[in-house]
């Protein structure tokens, strides 16, 4: 037992020594943003809320909503097989999670632990896709989910990749659903800020739509630091367990002169291709990294 804890104290020494080099590796990482200036309104025709950004100009009807991911009926299973796990683990942390389907079949959950000490953070994010997606024609991303009663003490983001790479430099922005309150929650593309590991890259604009267009990959995590210039973490974080209903990901147009439609979504990459996007440095370390994080 004490040459177990001598190896996982110099894993996270080690680790400490060579954190960009494992920060690469996280799709989403801690960060910080400004008050987005959401309301939630009744949505058209559903029971559950419609939270809107302050940056929609208007409404989208159902006609302008389209699904990417469907996590309720029978596209469940298929749904959540295109999603894999990234936590803190890859930090030294301990948090965990997992993607998997209610046994109702009505939602995919988002569940798992989160714990402080070494990350802070759990998440669920697309399979790396072989070919781009365009979405540069819609006005942002929405996400359909019902968060626990403790949705006020995590802080939620979502992430898009516009790189076909696992580096740490990714679009992202937070919102904060109501507990226990299914919402769909609408983030235009003007509120996805670059980030470089746990911080805001400085001096870089929003994302255009236009940039858009050669999307590789999508998140959505809990963690425990906002979106900022100095990483800093929410005052009253609460570790611990959680349990996120999601049933669904998509895209919306807030503009009627044109109608939404199908997107073509493109095949997600094999293992062997996902290997071969890694950053060089993560190649080279990936056998020590089995050897002292695998579960």
């Given at each position: 037992a004490s040459g177990r804890g001598m190896v996982a104290?110099?894993?996270r020494t080690f680790?400490?020594?060579l954190p960009q080099l494992f920060l690469a590796a996280a799709v989403v990482l801690p960060?910080?943003?400004?008050?987005?200036?959401?309301?939630?309104?009744?949505?058209?025709?559903?029971?559950?809320?419609?939270?809107?950004s302050s940056a929609v100009e208007r409404e989208p009807t159902s006609e302008f909503v389209t699904p990417l991911y469907d996590f309720t009926g029978p596209a469940l299973e298929s749904s959540i097989s295109q999603w894999e796990r990234i936590d803190d683990v890859i930090m030294g942390g301990i948090s965990s999670s997992r993607l998997v389907a209610a046994p109702d079949s009505s939602c995919a959950l988002f569940e798992g632990k989160l714990r402080e000490m070494g990350?802070?953070?759990?998440?669920q994010r697309m399979?790396?896709?072989?070919?781009?997606?365009?979405?540069?024609?819609?006005?942002?991303?929405w996400v359909d989910l019902e968060a626990d009663a403790d949705a006020h003490s995590r802080v939620y983001k979502l992430a898009l990749r516009t790189?076909?790479?696992?580096?740490?430099?990714?679009?992202?922005?937070?919102?904060?659903?109501?507990?226990l309150s299914r919402t769909r929650v609408l983030l235009p593309f003007s509120e996805f800020k670059l980030v470089r590991g746990p911080r805001l890259v400085p001096g870089v604009p929003p994302l255009a739509a236009a940039n858009a267009?050669?999307?590789?990959?999508?998140?959505?995590?809990?963690?425990?630091?906002?979106?900022?210039?100095?990483?800093?973490?929410?005052?009253?974080?609460?570790?611990?367990p959680f349990c996120t209903k999601l049933y669904g990901v998509g895209v919306f147009r807030s503009s009627p002169t044109s109608v939404a439609g199908e997107v073509a979504k493109p095949k997600v990459m094999t293992e062997e291709e996902a290997q071969a996007a890694r950053p060089l440095p993560l190649k080279l370390l990936a056998p020590l990294l089995a050897v002292l994080f695998g579960e």
């Open positions: 104290i110099g894993a680790l400490a020594m960060g910080r943003s400004s008050s987005l200036g959401r309301l939630v309104v009744p949505a058209r025709g559903s029971a559950f809320p419609l939270m809107i990350g802070g953070f759990c998440g399979r790396l896709l072989a070919e781009p997606l365009d979405i540069s024609n819609e006005s942002g991303l790189r076909k790479d696992r580096g740490e430099v990714i679009y992202q922005t937070e919102f904060a659903p109501p507990p267009s050669s999307v590789f990959q999508l998140s959505l995590v809990l963690s425990k630091f906002r979106i900022s210039t100095d990483g800093a973490a929410l005052p009253n974080f609460k570790e611990g």
